[in-house]
């Protein structure tokens, strides 16, 4: 049976500007948002909105200036810090450590010059952490080990920043994905780290993944690139699991695929790759139980979209559930513990977006949240006690606390 959503606060920090990517500590006291903005042409397919949202880079012929900033909210929603971090299309990812302690943004900073940036801050005061990097194209995405030590970064390449004790370093390590067989520029759309900061997973935009090792504040180790050959797929999303088990990944025509990081490293090879059946879309979210167990997958099916959830062996995957969903999905988590499997939908822009919960071993929807305009981020806690969400109506939302959670 459908319940109400527990919905704690609302906050609409810009006017006109949308939420692209939200964040919270493991146990959801403290949250993160950017603010963000696109402009759409009306004729904007659904393939061609996601590539603009979701890895690929803008229009830069579009007026999106403006002033972006990033927050940062406690539990009971009030304001703790922000910043501005942005004069062009803004903030397009955000990161918290799951201590609470670290936050990072990262996205475009200026149309002239044009380049991205990657900002680090102290989660309780909105303190600089190093002075903003900048980036050739846009961040795509960012990710941060539980104590927020490392720091990893997507753009047109891979960058880690190390903290061994004495800060971040001024210069990142980089890694630059192969060049396409075609010819055409290639990005890294997507990147994890595990909570101990031992394992980086990226994702490129010719359908690359690969895996880094960190040992002694350097990288030690990389992994074979997965497939050898370029086969027209797109890494669209990255989940790792906590205990830096392995981690799923979402990519083209369906596929998504479990990669166990002790045996990928040395391999190359994923643990298991299946396909969604009876659809050719791309997966663009993955979410993964801390201890790797459950996988979900979210997927465009035309107009509207599914989720499905997947139990890990390990060796093989068994799919759970599958639910169809209202619109197309943008994004979708999971909680440390397994417990529920989050979805964000919505397009095209202009039309209602929802957040959905669902019990993630039964697929029984617990509650569905209406918006209004399409929306793309959501994240579950890792205690499973919050939910965070964000919206292209310019809202962030924090529903809390999910009452049929179990107590510690």
Same mark, same amino acid.
């Given at each position: 049976?459908?319940?109400?959503?527990?919905?704690?606060?609302?906050?609409?920090?810009?006017?006109?500007?949308?939420?692209?990517?939200?964040?919270?500590?493991?146990?959801?006291?403290?949250?993160?948002? !950017?603010?963000?903005?696109?402009?759409?042409?009306?004729?904007?397919?659904?393939?061609?909105?996601?590539?603009?949202?979701?890895?690929?880079?803008?229009?830069? %012929?579009?007026?999106?200036?403006?002033?972006?900033?990033?927050?940062?909210?406690?539990?009971?929603?009030?304001?703790?810090?922000?910043?501005?971090?942005?004069?062009?299309?803004?903030?397009?990812?955000?990161?918290?450590?799951?201590?609470?302690?670290?936050?990072?943004?990262?996205?475009?900073?200026?149309?002239?010059?044009?380049?991205?940036?990657?900002?680090?801050?102290?989660?309780?005061?909105?303190?600089?952490?190093?002075?903003?990097?900048? /980036?050739?194209?846009?961040?795509?995405?960012?990710?941060?080990?539980?104590?927020?030590?490392?720091?990893?970064?997507?753009?047109?390449?891979?960058?880690?920043?190390?903290?061994?004790?004495?800060? $971040?370093?001024?210069?990142?390590?980089?890694?630059?994905?192969?060049?396409?067989?075609?010819?055409?520029?290639?990005?890294?759309?997507?990147?994890?780290?595990?909570?101990?900061?031992?394992?980086?997973?990226?994702?490129?935009?010719? !359908?690359?993944?690969?895996? $880094?090792?960190?040992?002694?504040?350097?990288?030690?180790?990389?992994?074979?690139?997965?497939?050898?050959?370029?086969?027209?797929?797109?890494?669209?999303?990255?989940?790792?699991?906590?205990?830096?088990?392995?981690?799923?990944?979402?990519?083209?025509?369906?596929?998504? !695929?479990?990669?166990?990081?002790?045996?990928?490293? /040395?391999?190359?090879?994923?643990?298991?790759?299946?396909?969604?059946?009876?659809?050719?879309?791309?997966?663009?979210?993955?979410?993964?139980?801390?201890?790797?167990?459950?996988?979900?997958?979210?997927?465009?099916?035309? %107009?509207?979209?599914?989720?499905?959830?997947?139990?890990?062996?390990?060796?093989?995957?068994?799919?759970?559930?599958?639910?169809?969903?209202?619109?197309?999905?943008?994004?979708?988590?999971?909680?440390?513990?397994?417990?529920?499997?989050?979805?964000? %939908?919505?397009?095209?822009?202009?039309?209602?977006?929802?957040?959905?919960?669902?019990?993630?071993?039964?697929?029984?929807?617990?509650?569905?949240?209406? /918006?209004?305009?399409?929306?793309?981020?959501?994240?579950?806690?890792?205690?499973?006690?919050?939910?965070?969400?964000?919206?292209?109506?310019?809202?962030?939302?924090?529903?809390?606390?999910?009452?049929?959670?179990?107590?510690?």
């Amino acid at each position: 049976m459908t319940g109400s959503a527990p919905l704690l606060w609302q906050k609409t920090p810009e006017t006109g500007h949308f939420i692209n990517s939200v964040a919270c500590s493991a146990d959801g006291t403290r949250v993160i948002a !950017g603010t963000f903005l696109h402009t759409y042409p009306k004729s904007d397919a659904y393939a061609t909105t996601f590539a603009k949202r979701r890895g690929l880079q803008a229009d830069i %012929d579009l007026d999106t200036t403006g002033m972006f900033h990033t927050y940062c909210w406690d539990y009971q929603g009030n304001l703790l810090w922000s910043v501005l971090s942005s004069t062009y299309e803004g903030v397009y990812w955000v990161a918290m450590s799951a201590d609470g302690n670290v936050a990072a943004s990262g996205g475009w900073y200026s149309q002239s010059p044009l380049n991205g940036y990657i900002a680090a801050y102290d989660a309780g005061t909105g303190a600089p952490l190093m002075p903003n990097y900048p /980036t050739d194209s846009r961040v795509n995405q960012v990710a941060l080990s539980a104590n927020g030590t490392v720091l990893a970064a997507a753009s047109n390449k891979l960058h880690l920043f190390i903290n061994t004790g004495s800060g $971040f370093p001024g210069t990142p390590w980089e890694w630059t994905p192969p060049p396409s067989s075609t010819g055409d520029d290639v990005n890294v759309i997507a990147c994890g780290v595990s909570a101990d900061g031992q394992y980086v997973c990226a994702g490129t935009s010719s !359908g690359k993944v690969v895996l $880094f090792k960190i040992a002694n504040g350097a990288v030690t180790q990389t992994s074979p690139t997965w497939p050898t050959t370029d086969d027209g797929s797109i890494v669209h999303s990255l989940a790792m699991a906590t205990n830096g088990a392995g981690f799923a990944a979402g990519m083209s025509a369906g596929q998504f !695929g479990y990669f166990d990081c002790a045996s990928f490293l /040395t391999s190359g090879t994923p643990t298991w790759v299946n396909t969604l059946s009876g659809n050719a879309g791309a997966v663009y979210g993955v979410g993964i139980a801390g201890d790797a167990g459950t996988v979900s997958v979210v997927v465009n099916t035309g %107009d509207t979209g599914e989720v499905a959830a997947y139990s890990n062996a390990g060796v093989q995957a068994a799919q759970l559930w599958l639910r169809d969903l209202p619109a197309n999905p943008n994004e979708t988590s999971i909680d440390g513990r397994g417990i529920w499997v989050a979805t964000a %939908d919505g397009h095209p822009d202009g039309t209602p977006g929802h957040f959905t919960l669902f019990n993630a071993s039964s697929g029984d929807q617990v509650w569905q949240f209406t /918006t209004g305009n399409m929306s793309w981020p959501i994240q579950l806690s890792e205690n499973g006690r919050v939910c965070v969400a964000g919206s292209d109506d310019g809202s962030v939302y924090f529903f809390a606390p999910l009452l049929l959670c179990p107590e510690e």
